[in-house]
């Protein structure tokens, strides 16, 4: 299955649910499973999600709205982030839970941008506008219909230009505004005529109610009869309610009888799909009948039933509600434990800063960020920061030691070349700079004569030194490691001047603690190369070039910085 194959699958996935529930689960696990055959973990997502909108639609919110929220924790692309909260928004809405759900919906529709999925867009920018207004006090907002009308438009999919006149249709009126609801019926109707688009269940339930409101009950009789017949349902309460639309045009009409077998079906309808918010609704439209009938000892028992019904069904709300919240809490300390876990996995054991694979990691981000418009320029010849006067003042040079860059050069290549080979199979820690990348400056730091501080006064007191330098050096602000043995990594987004004028701060900072509390007698210099980030440059050649100046501060004294 080519790219352009799959998206056109999730796209026409997506407007399906717009338009019939029959054979879409079907589809979706193939997507899905043909998806992950490929390796392409997006699509995969994508298809999970149309599963868990179906779950939602089709009356299990709980279990639709866990999907999307296992998602949503599992991933950090855009796409699927920005989908997963629309499907948590229809979910939470369907439940009544309108504050939460509109704060999935507007980052679901402020996410995605020109050049993403089409329909994608459309079916946000509905969601949202939907949520915006269905429990909106006061008037109608059209802005965010109108919005998300030319989005839909703009893609050219006739369901979800009706669904959204529909909804639109179905708030004007809600709200009052039944001029604009019967402007919007008259539009979703030539729409359906002109493409050949069947009104859906809810969709000709909106146009019923509309034409009915407006005095035109035999068409309203006629739509609503042919929804009941034959439209496609694409929720669990969608025939339900056409019936209780039906059972009020009979009513009206005063065929009371025939209204009341309408509404006995509904309550059947309803009871086989565990749809307590219609039956409820149900027994009141009975209660009314009854009492046009002056049957009012009936009707009084009708309302004592829609009462009871109607407080069952406010708990069992509240008690969905408290099972997606538990989903939620379930699925967030999961997330939070798992990356609780990648830290623990990423953090160097003694000193508590990054490791080496992090921050090859964190490199590798950088690198990949495109660089901002005009970056600046290339920079001066290397320079030595001259050490001050009282440097050296460590036990003397016990010659060279594993690690320690001094009189025996090592092949400056080698970490820079493990820094690509790491870089390239980073994980989800890697970190992605917001923007377009500015400066980046890499510094490397070594301890002088570490080895001899060993030696001399144990490995102890070398832990000891080793976890004091890190806090000293997770001060300097951007990110600080530790690559190994004695070794530690320092990258900044910032300039040449900056970096170097922080470098050598740090270097001064090492050189005058108090190490005598340590240990009386200790003394702790660092050499420090630093680099900064050219056009061209990658993970091995600024790593490189930050040795050697490390090599340079070695051979020129120790306990000094060379920046180029």
């Not at 008259?186 to 002109?194: F, G, L, T």
């Not at 970490?415 to 199979?425: P, W």
């Not at 000293?472 to 004695?486: C, P, V, Y």
């Not at 050697?548 to 920046?563: Q, T």
Request: hydrophobic share 45%; charged share 25%.
């Amino acid at each position: 299955m080519g790219a352009e194959t799959v998206e056109a699958t999730i796209e026409s996935l997506v407007a399906d649910v717009y338009v019939s529930h029959a054979g879409l689960a079907g589809r979706a696990a193939e997507l899905v499973r043909r998806a992950e055959a490929a390796g392409d973990r997006r699509h995969a997502d994508l298809g999970r999600l149309v599963i868990a909108e179906l779950h939602s639609r089709g009356g299990r919110v709980a279990e639709g709205v866990r999907q999307a929220r296992e998602v949503l924790a599992a991933t950090d692309d855009r796409i699927v982030v920005a989908h997963a909260h629309a499907v948590i928004a229809g979910g939470l809405w369907r439940i009544g839970d309108n504050a939460d759900a509109v704060r999935h919906a507007y980052p679901a529709n402020r996410m995605l941008v020109d050049g993403d999925p089409p329909v994608l867009r459309v079916d946000h920018a509905i969601i949202l506008a939907l949520q915006v207004n269905d429990q909106r006090i006061g008037g109608i907002s059209h802005g965010e219909f109108r919005a998300a009308q030319q989005l839909a438009d703009d893609a050219g999919v006739p369901a979800l230009i009706l669904a959204n006149l529909n909804n639109w249709a179905w708030c004007s009126y809600t709200h009052g505004d039944l001029q604009s609801a019967a402007a919007l019926v008259r539009r979703m109707q030539e729409h359906s005529v002109a493409t050949g688009e069947p009104l859906n269940a809810s969709c000709a339930d909106t146009v019923a109610r509309i034409l009915l409101e407006t005095g035109r009950s035999a068409e309203a009789t006629a739509v609503i009869e042919q929804a009941v017949a034959s439209a496609q349902p694409t929720d669990s309460d969608a025939i339900p309610a056409a019936l209780i639309t039906l059972a009020d045009i009979q009513r009206r009409d005063g065929n009371i009888g025939t209204a009341l077998r309408t509404l006995e079906e509904c309550r059947r309808m309803a009871a086989r799909d565990h749809l307590p918010d219609v039956d409820a609704l149900a027994l009141r439209m009975i209660a009314g009948c009854h009492a046009e009938l002056g049957d009012f000892r009936a009707a009084y028992q009708e309302m004592v039933d829609f009462h009871e019904a109607w407080t069952l069904r406010r708990s069992e709300r509240s008690e969905v509600v408290a099972r997606v919240a538990h989903a939620q809490y379930a699925v967030d300390e999961a997330q939070r434990t798992t990356e609780r876990f990648r830290e623990m996995a990423e953090r160097d054991a003694l000193t508590g800063l990054w490791n080496r694979r992090r921050s090859d990691a964190h490199l590798a981000a950088a690198l990949a960020t495109p660089a901002a418009p005009n970056p600046p320029a290339a920079p001066t010849p290397r320079d030595a920061v001259a050490a001050p006067r009282d440097a050296g003042t460590t036990p003397r040079d016990a010659g060279a030691r594993s690690g320690d860059p001094g009189a025996a050069p090592r092949d400056a290549g080698a970490r820079a070349s493990d820094a690509v080979a790491r870089a390239s199979d980073a994980g989800p820690g890697m970190e992605v700079p917001a923007g377009p990348r500015g400066a980046v400056s890499v510094a490397l730091l070594d301890l002088d004569h570490f080895k001899l501080i060993n030696d001399t006064f144990s490995h102890a007191v070398g832990d000891v030194v080793l976890r004091r330098v890190a806090a000293i050096l997770a001060e300097a602000g951007g990110h600080a490691g530790r690559h190994g043995g004695e070794e530690f990594i320092l990258i900044l987004d910032v300039e040449r001047a900056e970096a170097a004028r922080r470098c050598e701060a740090l270097r001064a900072a090492i050189h005058a603690h108090a190490w005598d509390s340590v240990a009386a007698g200790l003394r702790v210099t660092a050499s420090i190369g630093l680099a900064v980030l050219r056009p061209g440059d990658d993970a091995y050649s600024v790593v490189r070039r930050a040795d050697e100046n490390l090599y340079a501060a070695k051979r020129a004294g120790r306990n000094r910085l060379v920046a180029e």
